[in-house]
């Protein structure tokens, strides 16, 4: 493993660390806007390709909703090595969210707690920076959020279908983050149906006359059994596209050793890495391995990226690790993903997937 290549990241990380959580990453994402951040050398490696959805991936490695909100840099992150990314969560109408600090960096346990409360400029700023986007530089997918005073929650997914369904290579339905209040409980079986149904529906009706994006669920983490099984069946029988495995979890595990671990709202990076990819591991045999699965939760190497993809990704994805290694983490999970693939004896990701998933 390449743990010891020197990495620029670490030169500023001392200085990061001082500033407020929610304050550094605005100016981490106006240094990328700005062009400060340098690109490296792009990893062309076919054991990393996935085909998947109609689209040829150049890693299996994304950027997971939260760090670009708005659409910003997609571009920019594209070119840090990332194999996709995805925006958002983004509300149909602007909303502040939740009140700060709602952001905190659990440094001792490699963990992040967030209750933004869906934070978002809205719609029309990320359409329209999303219609300027040159489609050939990669990978790029919407996360869709409702605004927290809406009632009828289906009809904000719905919009977010007919607005983004031309511009977007992929789209989330994101009902599994636990700040915004009643949200998981669309998670429930008719509910569930009822918002798939509904937003597959305006998706196919903005996309007649061009290529309909893949369509894709986040769940949560903290799902009974009843709970997965539901999920499961209902997202095959609507017949959407894949599950991204999972959002962040309102647990918090006995052994959290740092000052901010009682701080509410969803807590992601290291301690998450176990029960996502248990989960993960159960969704995959819910749904019989006929399903395209999204994993995240708690990479921060290519050894996690790995154990997600034997448990049944066909993707992956990251962000809080990034908080303490920097964007440059990307290129470092895939070059290390590659060795494991090699070393196994797969010729491909797809070759691995499930290959320690529980039996189907």
């Keep these: 493993m390449s743990q010891n290549t020197f990495n620029p990241y670490r030169v500023f990380w001392p200085l990061v660390r001082l500033l407020d959580p929610e304050k550094a990453h605005?100016?981490?994402?106006?240094?990328?806007?700005?062009?400060?951040?340098?690109?490296?050398?792009?990893?062309?490696?076919?054991?990393?390709?996935?085909?998947?959805?109609?689209m040829d991936?150049?890693?299996?490695?994304?950027?997971?909703?939260?760090?670009?909100?708005?659409?910003?840099?997609?571009g920019q992150m594209l070119a840090q090595g990332f194999g996709f990314v995805e925006v958002g969560s983004i509300t149909p109408r602007p909303?502040?969210?939740?009140?700060?600090?709602?952001?905190?960096?659990?440094?001792?346990?490699?963990?992040?707690?967030n209750r933004m409360g869906f934070n978002s400029e809205g719609h029309d700023a990320s359409i329209a920076r999303l219609q300027n986007r040159d489609r050939g530089r990669g990978i790029v997918g919407v996360n869709l959020g409702?605004?927290?005073?809406?009632?009828?929650?289906?009809?904000?997914?719905?919009?977010?279908?007919?607005?983004?369904?031309?511009?977007?290579?992929?789209?989330?339905?994101?009902?599994?983050?636990?700040?915004?209040?009643?949200?998981?409980?669309?998670?429930?079986?008719?509910?569930?149906?009822?918002?798939?149904?509904?937003?597959?529906?305006?998706l196919a009706e903005a996309t007649t006359a061009c290529r309909t994006p893949a369509l894709l669920l986040k769940i949560a983490p903290d799902l009974t059994d009843e709970d997965k099984a539901d999920i499961a069946h209902v997202s095959q029988d609507i017949g959407i596209d894949g599950l991204i495995v999972t959002n962040t979890t309102i647990e918090r595990p006995d052994t959290l050793r740092s000052a901010h671990r009682?701080?509410?709202?969803?807590?992601?990076?290291?301690?998450?890495?176990?029960?996502?990819?248990?989960?993960?591991?159960?969704?995959?045999?819910?749904?019989?391995?006929?399903?395209?699965l999204v994993g995240v939760g708690g990479i921060e190497d290519g050894h996690g990226a790995y154990e997600k993809i034997l448990a049944g990704a066909s993707l992956v994805e990251l962000y809080s690790a990034m908080i303490y290694h920097g964007p440059a983490l990307a290129m470092r999970v895939n070059r290390e993903l590659a060795l494991l693939l090699k070393a196994d004896g797969f010729a491909s990701v797809q070759d691995a997937i499930g290959q320690k998933a529980p039996k189907i």
């Design 26 to 54: 605005g100016l981490a994402v106006r240094a990328l806007e700005m062009g400060l951040m340098p690109s490296p050398c792009p990893i062309d490696d076919k054991v990393l390709k996935v085909q998947l959805w109609g």
């Design 146 to 202: 409702k605004n927290k005073d809406t009632e009828d929650a289906a009809a904000d997914y719905e919009i977010g279908a007919r607005n983004f369904g031309t511009l977007a290579d992929f789209m989330v339905i994101n009902i599994s983050s636990p700040n915004t209040p009643g949200l998981r409980a669309l998670q429930g079986p008719e509910p569930l149906r009822e918002l798939l149904s509904r937003t597959k529906a305006a």
């Design 57 to 74: 991936f150049p890693n299996p490695v994304g950027l997971a909703a939260g760090f670009d909100k708005d659409a910003r840099v997609h």
């Design 262 to 292: 009682g701080e509410g709202g969803g807590l992601s990076g290291r301690p998450l890495f176990e029960a996502s990819t248990r989960v993960l591991g159960e969704m995959y045999a819910a749904t019989g391995g006929k399903m395209a």
């Design 95 to 113: 909303q502040p969210g939740n009140p700060k600090p709602r952001l905190f960096r659990l440094e001792r346990d490699q963990a992040v707690i």
